[in-house]
């Protein structure tokens, strides 16, 4: 945004300036919501509701429910994922690995099956669940199995998207099919077991 240089020709700001505590409340009552009774039946009226806000306020931020879900998983995962290095690439591997299955153990991981069918039926949470924190998290698996090429820790043709598709699989298929614990010994496990796959002859 560009800046005037002349005090006088700026427009007077009009209206009260966001809250950042309503749209808090406004993108999680949308996440519980969509966990709750699914994508189809989201309403604006239902989010407000449940927001503690009135559908002004609402509507002021954004104009549908596909608007209000698309923020949403924008800041499902907040903050850098920060990429370890101790040194090792299978501790490495554990500690994000474990960060993920913490996370979906949580709040997240009630809200994952109503966000992923979310993705079947609007482009714009789809392309928001793509870019943000699943592409957020990729991205430093991807820096770590690279770095463990490099250091020779793994083979040097290892399809590193293939990878990154080995590691995420298991987490979504227990939170999403079996059900299963996603505890120490499952991320343990899994890491294991890719790298057995993954590493040198």
């Known amino acids: 945004m560009s800046r005037s ?10 209206g009260r300036p966001r809250s950042q505590k309503a749209d808090d409340a ?9 966990a709750e009774s699914g994508y189809g039946r989201l309403t604006m009226e239902q989010i ?5 806000v009135g559908k002004a306020t609402l509507y002021r931020r954004w104009k549908s429910c596909e608007e209000v879900v698309a923020a949403a998983v924008a800041g499902f995962v907040e903050g850098e994922i920060k990429i370890p290095d101790t040194g090792s690439v299978e501790e490495d591997l ?4 474990e960060r993920a299955a913490k996370t979906y153990r949580g709040r997240p991981g009630r809200i994952m099956p109503g966000l992923l069918a979310a993705v079947a039926e609007s482009d714009a949470v789809a392309h928001a669940v793509r870019t943000g924190f699943l ?5 430093a698996l991807a820096a770590v199995l690279k770095r463990g090429i490099a250091r020779g820790e793994l083979a040097g043709d290892v399809d590193v998207e293939l990878a990154l598709d ?10 999403l099919v079996t059900g299963g614990q996603l505890d120490e010994a499952f991320v343990r496990g899994v890491v294991k077991t890719i790298l057995y796959g993954l590493k040198k002859p």
Request: proline share 7%; glycine share 6%; aromatic share 10%.
């Open 94 to 97: 554990h500690l994000l690995v």
């Open 26 to 34: 406004i993108l999680w009552a949308a996440l519980d919501l969509l």
């Open 166 to 175: 080995f590691l995420g699989g298991p987490l979504f298929y227990r939170l």
């Open 48 to 52: 407000a509701d449940r927001a503690g």
């Open 135 to 139: 592409t957020r998290r990729r991205e």
């Open 5 to 14: 240089t002349k005090p006088e020709t700026r427009k007077p700001i009009r």
